[in-house]
């Protein structure tokens, strides 16, 4: 089945540490986003990848960092400089001839 | 800049009632366009509805119909005879700057409405 696939579905770090989170798309959308969600919140674009080796800084991109070496991967790295790690992160992707963007189970991390 | 606001944050109704979510946008952009969203508790978003700003017709789809009023900034929400399974997270979203059709979107989203059916 085609699908985004967002993995672990849970993930706890110690403070200080860098974690990454992954994110494949089998679907051969050029677009990919990373949003962030806090507790009743709506959804914060953090980076957007509009096509391999190209990113864009979205509106909360600040202690991030992206790659996108692969048309189906754009893996996201916490960095220890994010000062409040702990959210509920959503992967997207988009499009075809609708241009929709989709999304991922989502991966929530806990930083103790 | 764009913004969405959704002003109800939880509602909660009882099984076969209709209810109406509010979704209220500001932007400057002539051409946009209006999304919904289902968040349920497995946490994946779900594509309800996309709405360009120049379609101003009302849709329905099933039980869910849109009305889309450019005078008064909203895109509202409803859900006629409701039943458990549409519990969830209901988000209204804007796309930021023209919608480029192959190109990448940035949604704006609201703060999103809790929605409780009760049996």
């Known amino acids: 089945d085609g699908g985004i696939t967002q993995s672990p579905k849970y993930l706890f770090r110690k403070e200080g540490q860098n974690v990454t989170l992954s994110c494949e798309q089998n679907l051969n959308h050029d677009a990919m986003y990373w949003y962030r969600q806090d507790p009743g919140q709506g959804l914060r674009l953090i980076y957007y990848?509009?096509?391999?080796?190209?990113?864009q800084k979205g509106d909360i991109a600040e202690g991030y960092s992206v790659s996108r070496e692969k048309k189906e991967s754009f893996p996201l790295t916490v960095t220890s400089a994010q000062k409040n790690p702990t959210a509920f992160y959503l992967c997207?992707?988009?499009?075809?001839?609708?241009?929709?963007?989709?999304f991922g189970p989502g991966t929530r991390l806990t930083v103790l | 800049a764009q913004k969405v606001t959704q002003a109800q944050t939880e509602i909660s109704v009882v099984e076969k009632e209709d209810v109406t979510l509010d979704c209220v946008y500001e932007t400057r952009d002539t051409t946009y366009y209006l999304f919904w969203y289902k968040q349920p508790p497995s946490g994946e978003l779900v594509f309800l509805i996309r709405?360009?700003?120049?379609?101003?017709q009302n849709e329905i789809s099933g039980r869910y119909s849109w009305n889309f009023q450019k005078s008064t900034s909203s895109f509202n929400f409803t859900i006629t005879a409701s039943q458990v399974v549409d519990s969830a997270v209901y988000f209204c979203?804007?796309?930021?700057?023209?919608?480029?059709?192959?190109?990448?979107?940035?949604?704006?989203f609201g703060q999103g409405t809790r929605l409780t059916i009760n049996p």
């Open positions: 997207a992707s988009s499009g075809g001839a609708r241009n929709e963007q989709f």
């Open positions: 990848s509009q096509i391999v080796n190209d990113f």
């Open positions: 979203a804007l796309s930021e700057a023209p919608y480029i059709i192959q190109g990448a979107q940035k949604l704006v």
């Open positions: 709405r360009n700003s120049f379609d101003e």
